[in-house]
């Protein structure tokens, strides 16, 4: 008797053996998938907008240039994750129309605002920092496509996370009112940034499965304590003060303790009520539909190459 599909797909999660696109796979592992990847690229894209907000009023030239490939990066963080999404049979206009009407996600931390050039260190640092936690263990993850993106987008963002951290030291050590700015981004960020980890790990709803299938490889408790545990002697390292007065080094358990989250704001913002969502929206549709005229080229452009060829 032939192996049925279920047990060969069985068999390659248990062996470590990734899944690619024209395997068999189950419905719920596809639509798992599709939701956590595609609301990973709206992030990527969505997250384009506080930092990009800062491109033309960056202090130096340096800065401008940093910046502005940093946020270029992001874009194309965005167009790898909605490719490898495209190879589960979703298109790239259903992603967007789940984004725009609320069924997708991306991450909470993009709905507040970026108040101050110190906020710019802060994003690359702390957001650029928890994305790289999660997503060196995505590297892992089950799904071919998914895993292959994780790679050269965990490299970039390790430059972004540098850059962060480069402009906080720069700050840190410079006047008083640059050093109070620092901090102040620094209070601001890290609630956002420990949020990005999303619920603990006994309200998270898709993570028994997700850990099951090998989608996630480490769960959202553990991510957070390993964001917590680098993060600290870099606070202290800048000599600023933490941004939490429950974080204490718990000798017993080899971590860090800390306070915890305001899950009732985390809840708000999630469900599109945080200080920019409607903005961050409004501006992707807009950006979006400016950008018809090159898709509409593009097409007319492939279908008269097409008849030339068939010609
Ligand atoms: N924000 O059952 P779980 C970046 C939702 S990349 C919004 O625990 P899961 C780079 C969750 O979707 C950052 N929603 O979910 C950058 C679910 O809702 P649903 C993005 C959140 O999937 C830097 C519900 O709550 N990275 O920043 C959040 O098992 C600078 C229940 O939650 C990724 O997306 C949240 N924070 O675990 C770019 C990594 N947390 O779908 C520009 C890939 C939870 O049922 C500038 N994703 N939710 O409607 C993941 O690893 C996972 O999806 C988690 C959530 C860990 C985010």
């Not at 639509?31 to 990527?44: D, F, G, P, T």
């Not at 009520?273 to 005229?293: F, M, Y």
Request: proline letters at 4%.
């Amino acid at each position: 008797m032939s192996e049925s599909e279920q047990a060969i797909f069985d068999r390659h999660i248990e062996g470590e053996q990734k899944i690619e696109p024209k395997d068999w796979m189950p419905a719920d592992y596809r639509k798992n998938l599709i939701r956590q990847m595609s609301q990973h690229a709206h992030s990527e894209i969505i997250g384009m907008q506080p930092e990009g907000n800062w491109i033309s009023r960056a202090p130096t030239l340096k800065r401008k240039m940093v910046l502005l490939a940093k946020v270029q990066d992001e874009g194309g963080h965005g167009l790898y994750l909605y490719s490898a999404t495209e190879t589960l049979n979703t298109s790239r206009d259903e992603m967007n129309a789940a984004l725009h009407s609320g069924q997708a996600k991306y991450a909470s931390i993009f709905n507040y605002p970026a108040l101050s050039w110190a906020d710019v260190g802060a994003i690359g640092w702390l957001v650029d920092g928890a994305a790289i936690v999660n997503q060196i263990s995505l590297q892992r993850t089950s799904y071919g496509p998914y895993s292959r993106a994780m790679i050269r987008i965990c490299k970039e963002e390790s430059f972004h996370q540098r850059q962060g951290y480069e402009i906080m030291v720069e700050l840190a050590k410079g006047s008083k009112e640059q050093k109070a700015m620092a901090q102040d981004a620094l209070n601001r960020t890290w609630w956002p940034a420990l949020m990005m980890f999303g619920p603990h790990d006994s309200d998270s709803a898709h993570s028994g499965r997700s850990m099951q299938w090998k989608i996630k490889r480490r769960t959202n408790d553990e991510l957070r304590q390993s964001f917590v545990d680098q993060s600290v002697p870099q606070i202290e390292f800048l000599g600023l003060e933490l941004p939490d007065p429950e974080i204490t080094w718990n000798e017993q358990r080899g971590h860090y303790d800390f306070g915890e989250i305001n899950w009732d704001e985390f809840k708000r913002v999630i469900s599109g009520d945080g200080p920019c969502n409607r903005d961050r929206i409004r501006h992707h549709k807009k950006a979006l539909a400016q950008g018809q005229w090159v898709r509409d080229a593009l097409d007319a452009y492939h279908n008269k190459k097409s008849c030339e060829s068939a010609a």
